[in-house]
């Protein structure tokens, strides 16, 4: 069930980043608790099972839902909130987000860790994923920035500092974004980026930038090239699609995290690539022949986020798709491997109907969920409005998939 939650926002705007007051936003700043660990992936934050205060309600009618992350932004031993909020007149404004205990109720915090000249965002925003990227052990924020005046633009990171502030500045990754995946993929103790460019002209693949450990990033060429068309003759062949917009890593049986990526219109696909290992160039191999495609998802709906689960050696996805902002659905698939001698063979298989969500009079379905610990879905984005029974219908909808 969705753990619903009233939003009491103070007013925003002014002061600086990394106050030391020891109260802020009308309640008392905590004291004493140890700080929550980071995830070692995009995906471990994102899925932490922790984080029980998913749901945000929108506080203001221009939130960009799907950029919403979590962290423990305030070193506070509790989860906090990154979130976007869209602004018709240019950059969108960056807003970081307390849970008061005493209240009950989401506060805007900003500026006690972000400086007002520190607040401004892309002028589209598309999605934010959290990670440790500067090594410090706090968590920091990566947004995916879609292009503006027909061109690329430098993605944004916000990086916690030694004074509990924030500083945002350019990460040298320049692409169309729509999506991105941290992980630590030459395995050197610092996290890269695996990032969409929706309007690349390198057979539109998932781009690599390895991270320094300070919070930038450097452009891998097609030499050590992140996916290629299963050189590994592993799992089939294939070609990745032309347009990337959405990159996922999932856990899988190997332990290690392989990549759903899809793409929309003329090329609408999703596929699974395969994780080779951290010692392999290239790092994912292709699968989407007939038997490792995603079958029976050839409608025009847009794969907005990928979940994965691990059971008795069987890895199953679910694969959130939207195709408008009324309507969306999850569907479950299972991959099973059966190895003989050297070989392995692999295929998906898709278990029960996808679960189809429409709401029409309630503003938007959200775009973002995550499998909680009790692996029932809960909606992770800021897409809630004051209505509480679409998220609890909603929640009631998702059960059933399992």
Same mark, same amino acid.
């Given at each position: 069930m969705f753990l619903l939650m009233t939003t009491a926002l103070s007013a925003c705007g002014g002061g600086g980043g990394g106050s030391s007051s020891p109260s802020s936003s009308g309640y008392t700043w905590p004291t004493g608790n140890t700080p929550l660990i980071v995830g070692a992936s995009s995906y471990a934050n994102k899925n932490d099972p922790q984080l029980v205060r998913t749901q945000l309600e929108k506080f +203001?009618?221009?939130?960009?839902?799907?950029? @919403?992350?979590? =962290?423990?932004?305030?070193?506070?031993?509790?989860?906090?909130?990154?979130?976007?909020?869209? %602004?018709?007149?240019?950059?969108?404004?960056?807003?970081?987000?307390?849970?008061?205990?005493?209240?009950?109720?989401?506060?805007? +915090?900003?500026?006690?860790?972000?400086?007002?000249?520190?607040?401004?965002?892309?002028?589209?925003?598309?999605?934010?994923?959290?990670?440790?990227?500067?090594?410090?052990?706090?968590?920091?924020?990566?947004?995916?920035?879609? &292009?503006? %005046?027909?061109?690329?633009?430098? %993605?944004?990171?916000?990086?916690?500092?030694? +004074? =509990?502030?924030?500083?945002?500045?350019?990460? =040298?990754?320049v692409v169309d974004g729509k999506s991105a995946s941290a992980i630590d993929l030459n395995n050197d103790g610092k996290l890269d980026l695996i990032v969409s460019n929706s309007t690349s002209n390198t057979r539109g693949e998932p781009q690599v930038y390895f991270g320094n450990g300070t919070g930038a990033f450097a452009f891998q060429t097609r030499n050590t090239v992140l996916v290629a068309q299963d050189t590994q003759a592993l799992c089939g062949g294939g070609s990745v699609p032309t347009s990337t917009n959405s990159v996922n890593i999932v856990p899988s049986t190997n332990g290690r995290f392989d990549l759903i990526i899809g793409a929309t219109g003329s090329a609408n696909s999703i596929m699974w690539l395969?994780?080779?290992?951290?010692?392999?160039?290239?790092?994912?191999?292709?699968?989407?022949?007939?038997?490792?495609?995603?079958?029976?998802?050839?409608?025009?709906?847009?794969?907005?986020?990928?979940?994965?689960?691990?059971?008795?050696?069987?890895?199953?996805?679910?694969?959130?798709?939207?195709?408008?902002?009324?309507? &969306?659905?999850?569907?479950?698939?299972?991959?099973?491997?059966?190895?003989?001698? @050297?070989?392995?063979?692999?295929?998906?298989?898709?278990?029960?109907?996808?679960?189809?969500?429409?709401?029409?009079?309630?503003?938007?379905?959200? +775009?973002?969920?995550?499998?909680?610990?009790?692996?029932?879905? %809960?909606?992770?984005?800021?897409?809630?409005?004051?209505q509480t029974t679409r998220c609890s219908s909603l929640s009631a909808a998702l059960s059933s998939i399992n």
């Open positions: +203001d009618p221009n939130v960009n839902p799907i950029t @919403l992350t979590f =962290g423990d932004f305030f070193q506070d031993g509790q989860f906090s909130a990154f979130i976007v909020v869209n %602004q018709t007149s240019g950059a969108g404004k960056a807003y970081f987000l307390r849970w008061n205990t005493t209240t009950s109720a989401w506060v805007d +915090d900003t500026d006690r860790i972000l400086g007002t000249t520190q607040r401004a965002a892309c002028v589209s925003n598309q999605y934010a994923i959290t990670a440790d990227f500067n090594g410090d052990g706090k968590p920091d924020v990566y947004l995916s920035c879609a &292009m503006t %005046q027909a061109q690329p633009v430098d %993605q944004l990171v916000f990086l916690s500092q030694p +004074d =509990g502030s924030y500083l945002r500045q350019n990460s =040298g990754v395969k994780d080779l290992g951290s010692g392999a160039i290239p790092r994912y191999s292709v699968c989407n022949t007939s038997s490792l495609n995603f079958p029976n998802l050839t409608s025009p709906a847009t794969l907005t986020d990928v979940y994965s689960s691990i059971n008795n050696g069987v890895t199953t996805f679910y694969l959130g798709r939207k195709s408008s902002p009324d309507s &969306m659905t999850i569907s479950k698939f299972t991959l099973s491997e059966t190895t003989v001698g @050297l070989s392995t063979t692999y295929s998906l298989n898709s278990g029960t109907q996808p679960v189809t969500i429409t709401a029409p009079t309630l503003n938007g379905l959200p +775009d973002l969920f995550k499998v909680n610990a009790a692996g029932l879905f %809960q909606a992770f984005d800021a897409g809630c409005s004051s």
